[in-house]
């Protein structure tokens, strides 16, 4: 997810690695956040892989700043991310809304609803955080005050998101 990360806010704009990291935290907040040992070994795995590039520009005080910028190698790859996400970036909702920030650029709206369409799908499948005999237990069944409302809140985001997924592809064409 970093490295989609990385490429589709350099799609937006170029960046100096202190803001690139501001809005990475920005997105995944508290639950997943960025460390400088992980961004920037990174931003030079990209670098070398010729997805980005980087140039030295004057600093506000006496250290220059690296601007980091996406190459149209790294704009391909950006696209192939978002068309052919993996199962986990559909199932995980943390990643799967990292997707969907960045699920704009893929130009052609029957990529994205496509997209849109495997987390309905997922979404569609019987779950639970909890099963009995195989079967999920629904909230109405469990009698853990807490597990019930676990099972109560993912029932009415669950609700919303399949309705937004609804609303979305039928905006997009689909």
Known sequence: MLELT?????????????DLKARIQGLHGHIRPVSDGALYPAINRLTK????????EPG???????????????????LALLREPKDVEITDGQRFFTLLAFLRHLPDP??????????????????????????PVRAEEEPDLFRQGMLRIARAT????????????????G
Do not use: M, N
Request: hydrophobic share 45%; net charge positive; glycine share 10%.
């Open 60 to 78: 506000s005080g006496a250290a220059p700043r690296r601007v980091l910028s996406l190459t149209e190698a790294g704009r391909a790859r950006l």
């Open 49 to 56: 892989a010729g997805l980005v590039e980087q140039r030295t």
């Open 6 to 18: 990385i490429l589709g806010f350099l799609h937006e704009e170029a960046l100096h690695g202190y």
């Open 110 to 135: 029957a990529e994205q609803a496509a997209v849109l369409r495997r987390r309905q799908a997922f979404l569609d499948a019987p779950a639970s955080f909890f099963y009995r005999d195989g079967k």
């Open 158 to 173: 669950g609700r919303e998101e399949k309705a937004w997924l609804a609303e979305a592809i039928a905006a997009l064409g």
